[in-house]
Structure formats: C-alpha cells, structure tokens
C-alpha cells in the first residue's frame, strides 16, 4: 500500500482559500488514482473530488464544482487540492486516499475503491 500525509487544513474565513497537499511514498504513485474526501461531524464521509493516474480525467462533487480544483504532480508524488471561495458548510476532516484502477483510467467516486488513507486534515471556514 501506498503511504498518504495530507496537509494545509486550518481555520479560515467564509469566501477564503486553502491548498492542501496530499504526500505520498511507499509504491509508485502514478498507478493510483487520487481522491479528496471529507466528513463533517456527524455526518457520513463523502467524496469531493478524484483525478486519474495521469491526471487526464477528474471528477467533482456538485458542492465544490467551480470552487475546488484537484491536481496531482507525479514528479512529486503528491496531490492537491486547491478551494476557493469556502464557505462554512465546507468545515470537515479532509481525507486523501490513493485507490489502483487496474487497466483502465478512469476517476473512483465511492470509498470502497480507495485502498489506502491519509489521517486527515482539519478545514474550518468560519462566518
């Protein structure tokens, strides 16, 4: 399996921007997909964004779309994922997870998928 450390959460304030990074070691990181995920307090964890092993398919939640941007540079091993315009129903753990697509390329949506997880990263927007 594939080692994840993400980074980047903190306290911001409605209509800020956080960058948080995902870094990864352990096996190649560019046969796995990468995804975002987030779970607030006492709600189920759910996806927010993925991108393919190249990077040339991404995927986004309804919520984040337009305001999230997912990236990966497999140079670097590491992830990222880029929101803007936060607001307060954003505030969450934030997960990355590394999941392996087989042959195909192609963007996981569903937690099952993912084989491997960081330990998360606090993001709170403030009003």
């Known amino acids: 399996q594939v080692q994840l450390v993400e980074s980047g959460g903190g306290l911001v304030q409605a209509g800020g921007s956080l960058r948080l990074s995902c870094a990864t070691s352990g096996r190649t990181f560019s046969h796995y997909a990468m995804g975002w995920f ?12 993925g991108i ?13 779309k337009g305001r999230f941007t997912i990236s990966r540079e497999n140079a670097k091993n590491t992830a990222y994922l880029q ?6 129903e954003d505030t969450a753990v934030y997960y990355c997870a590394a999941g392996r ?8 949506r569903l937690i099952r998928e993912y084989e491997s997880w960081g330990q998360g990263t606090q993001v709170t927007v403030s009003s």
């Open 38 to 49: 987030r779970q607030a307090p006492g709600k189920e964890r759910e996806f927010v964004a």
């Open 101 to 108: 697509t087989g042959g195909g390329e192609y963007v996981p």
């Open 52 to 64: 393919s092993r190249s990077g040339n398919f991404i995927s986004y939640a309804d919520s984040v």
């Open 83 to 88: 929101m803007n315009s936060l607001k307060t």
